[in-house]
């Protein structure tokens, strides 16, 4: 009989059951190093076809916070400008370009490429799984994490991406946690509740 390979439970808790959604963050840095690791986990998770649509833009400098900071919601701007970086996970509305090289497996350019639809659904869920991902991937490099969809997205993109050609998803504040501004942990709904074995 196979034995499952489980991690150990401290690191589910680091992953899941003790992790927290982040809205203050101290100030510590995030650096090159740290990003470059980060994305080097990232890169492995499955998406189909191996399309790999996500993009990713570390918003860190001054310079970028200040370009990123008319795009935010009024109750998300404090915690992401004090955010050691925040990350602006997008798709590649032509990310099919890239599978002759990513998927050689046979030419599957042509499914997306001819049509807008496919393209669409197949970048934005993947691209979202790409960012859950990212989200698992900082937990587990020690960051602390805070997903957020509250912002203007078509302000990021003009802001970030003018050339139409990458479309924003969602914003991703990573740092070290101020757990001050920690909310209480909201419940979770019971298996029987979302979910059934047929």
Sequence with gaps: MTTLNTIPEAA???LFRA????????PVPVT????????????????????QPARYVFVRSEEAKAKLKPA????N??????????????????FYEHLPT???AYDAKPIFENSAEAAQATAFRNSSLQGAYLILAARALGLDAGPQSGFNA???????????????????????????????????L????????A
């Design 19 to 26: 992790a927290r959604t982040v809205h203050a963050f101290q």
């Design 102 to 104: 990513q998927f050689p």
């Design 32 to 51: 090159d190093e740290l990003i470059h690791k980060l994305y080097e986990l990232v890169k492995w998770g499955p998406t189909a076809f191996n399309a």
């Design 12 to 14: 589910l808790d680091q």
């Design 190 to 197: 019971a298996f029987d509740e979302v979910a059934e074995i």
């Design 154 to 188: 078509a302000l990021v993109d003009q802001a970030f991406f003018p050339d139409g050609r990458y479309r924003t998803n969602f914003l991703l504040n990573l740092g070290v946690a101020d757990h001050s501004g920690t909310f209480q942990r909201g419940p979770r």
């Design 77 to 94: 701007s404090a915690q992401t400008l004090a955010a050691g970086v925040t990350v602006i996970v997008a798709h590649d509305t032509r």
């Design 72 to 75: 935010l919601s009024a109750g």
